[in-house]
C-alpha cells in the first residue's frame, strides 16, 4: 500500500471515530426512555452521560490516527519536538 492509500485509510479511521458518538447522540428514539435505570437515573440521562468519556476516546483514537509522524505541526504533549 502506498504511503498516499495509508494515510487515507487513517483519515477515514478518524472520520468514523468522529462520527460514531455523533450519530448515536443525535439518534434520540434510540434512547428516549426510562428503563432502565441506573441508580435511579433515567435511561435517557445516563446514556448521555456514558458518552462524555466516549467522546473523549472518539476524539484521542482521531487525534492520533491524523497527527503527522515526523516534523511539521507545534509541539506539544502528543507531538513532541523532535532533537
Do not use: I
Request: charged share 15%.
Amino acid at each position: 500500500m502506498t504511503e498516499n492509500g495509508r494515510s487515507r485509510g487513517r483519515r477515514a479511521a478518524a472520520g468514523v471515530c468522529l462520527l460514531v458518538p455523533v450519530a448515536a447522540l443525535l439518534w434520540v428514539p434510540g434512547y428516549a426512555r426510562e428503563e432502565p435505570r441506573l441508580a435511579g437515573v433515567p435511561f435517557f440521562y445516563w446514556y448521555q452521560l456514558v458518552w462524555v468519556p466516549g467522546c473523549v476516546l472518539g476524539l484521542l483514537a482521531a487525534r492520533l490516527l491524523t497527527r503527522r509522524r515526523s516534523g511539521g505541526g507545534p509541539a506539544g504533549p502528543l507531538n513532541p519536538p523532535s532533537s
